[in-house]
């Protein structure tokens, strides 16, 4: 896509993420889009068929750059160099933390997994469903990975632990939108890492 078209799809994207938000998705119409931009409708469907498309787009591109975080192909290569507990803690520490930081960095993102957006349907809520459990899949993945090299325990169900990793993390980013606490510093991240680690390495 030439950069003017780049430039004005994000608009469109941008636009319409402040104004779910701020209206809820219900209330949000393309012709509302189109009149903040100054912009016809023919110009927003050049690029979406519908504002559902817009808020998948916007979704998939943070799930996007999660899942490059968590590659499971790095903690590969890297398990070949075999790594130290300290070593492993602080690549978990760094997966976590820019994790995080994603995530914070769009609200939107935080009310989609709480449903805190009225007007969300079924759809969207399956689709966040189905993200959030693919990422419990990678995390898994990765236990199992590390758990092949002795740093792990033997008896570590990976799924269970990554699912209760996911699930604080998810409680501390629902009390940060909260509360506007700061969670992405480094205080924060290892303690998540050290109460994760605790139950899990091999000692």
Not at 34 to 61: D, H, M, P, W
Not at 76 to 90: A, F, H
Not at 152 to 170: E, Q, R
Request: net charge neutral; aromatic share 6%.
């Amino acid at each position: 896509m030439p950069p003017k078209g780049e430039r004005r799809r994000q608009q469109i994207i941008n636009t319409a993420k402040e104004m779910f938000l701020e209206k809820g998705f219900q209330s949000t119409h393309i012709g509302q889009v189109c009149e903040k931009l100054n912009i016809a409708r023919g110009t927003v469907y050049q690029y979406f068929s519908n504002k559902k498309e817009i808020l998948f787009n916007l979704f998939n591109s943070v799930i996007e750059e999660i899942e490059d975080i968590l590659d499971i192909d790095e903690i590969k290569e890297i398990m070949k160099k075999e790594p130290t507990k300290t070593k492993i803690e602080e690549l978990i520490n760094e997966r976590i933390s820019k994790s995080l930081t994603i995530i914070i960095k769009e609200p939107i993102i935080i009310k989609l997994i709480f449903n805190e957006i009225d007007g969300i349907d079924n759809e969207i809520s399956q689709k966040v469903y189905e993200a959030i459990r693919n990422i419990r899949d990678i995390i898994a993945a990765e236990i199992e990975e590390i758990k092949k090299w002795g740093i792990y325990k033997n008896d570590l169900n990976p799924k269970i632990t990554a699912s209760m990793l996911i699930g604080g993390i998810m409680m501390m980013v629902h009390e940060h939108s909260k509360n506007e606490i700061n969670i992405v510093n480094e205080h924060v991240v290892r303690s998540i890492v050290n109460q994760y680690l605790y139950g899990t390495l091999n000692k």
